[in-house]
């Protein structure tokens, strides 16, 4: 698929080069999902319906929509092809999410012509299903509104702001991974989750600032004190790890907070590959600590 925008989006003269809006987000839904549906993507889970059998139940059952209030405590979300006129964004998410844990590629399946009832799947394989529809969706989603992606674990997300999402997809040194790589990825969807609160977004600032704390000692010896200084002042100093009356707290929180974030997360990327670079050279000559 082409990458480069073509001319009108390119130079902006297009009124939908900088995003989509709701209701063609919708539009652009239906299509993928439609598609999907009629290919049998989503068969095994939600079944289907055939002109001589009628209904044929999938792993969730008869009952769509109970399972619909069930899992997303929501009524009235079904047919999609029909009920997505009426759809909230909240909902659509929701939808989004829900068919991306119930989506399976088929892989052998046979074309019941009679009344050109469509295909009968008998074998699927989930992970390719769920890869095709996400790419599908992330498609579209990268061009509503700031832009969004649904995570391979099949959360809806914020996307990094522009210019930074090389940093964020950077994956980090393999340097102690379960308290540092692992605590990094989750702070990293606490901070971007679709709607994520400010509470929420503080949080993830907070724990990549504990990381760095936990970085702390062996930083120490890879940089200046007056360096190590300016690295904790952020966390310490603008309402993010304690509470005190010094602290600041009258800024514009979405976009410090959005800043602090960054500056911290890439921090953490330059740290731990000082720390290897200073372990690696006292180890070339013989301390290794």
């Not at 900088?18 to 652009?28: N, Q």
Request: proline share 3%; with cysteine; aromatic share 14%.
């Amino acid at each position: 698929m082409r990458k480069k925008p073509f001319y009108s989006v390119r130079t902006g003269k297009n009124p939908l080069s900088a995003h989509f809006d709701f209701v063609t987000l919708k539009e652009l839904f239906k299509n993928i999902f439609v598609h999907f549906e009629d290919e049998g993507y989503f068969q095994e889970a939600l079944g289907f319906d055939c002109v001589d059998s009628g209904f044929i139940a999938g792993a969730l059952g008869h009952d769509l929509a109970g399972t619909l209030l069930l899992e997303l405590r929501k009524k009235d979300l079904t047919p999609i092809r029909t009920r997505i006129e009426y759809y909230s964004e909240d909902d659509l998410f929701d939808i989004i999410e829900f068919l991306y844990e119930n989506c399976s590629k088929p892989v052998k399946r046979h074309y019941h012509s009679y009344s050109d009832c469509g295909w009968h799947c008998e074998t699927f394989d989930r992970e390719l299903g769920r890869q095709e529809y996400r790419e599908k969706i992330n498609s579209v989603l990268a061009v509503y509104e700031r832009g969004y992606e649904l995570s391979f674990d099949g959360e809806l997300m914020g996307k990094a702001d522009s210019g930074l999402e090389k940093l964020l997809d950077a994956p980090l040194p393999p340097y102690d991974p379960d308290n540092i790589s692992a605590r990094v990825e989750a702070a990293k969807l606490k901070f971007l989750r679709y709607r994520s609160s400010m509470d929420e977004r503080r949080d993830a600032i907070r724990d990549l600032a504990d990381v760095l704390e936990y970085l702390r000692p062996k930083l120490k010896k890879a940089i200046t004190a007056k360096d190590e200084d300016d690295l904790f002042n952020l966390a310490n100093n603008f309402g993010i790890r304690h509470h005190n009356l010094k602290q600041k707290t009258g800024y514009d929180k979405p976009i410090w907070y959005s800043w602090m974030f960054y500056y911290y997360l890439a921090t953490i990327h330059a740290g731990v590959r000082l720390i290897e670079r200073l372990e690696s050279q006292c180890s070339k000559v013989g301390k290794i600590k």
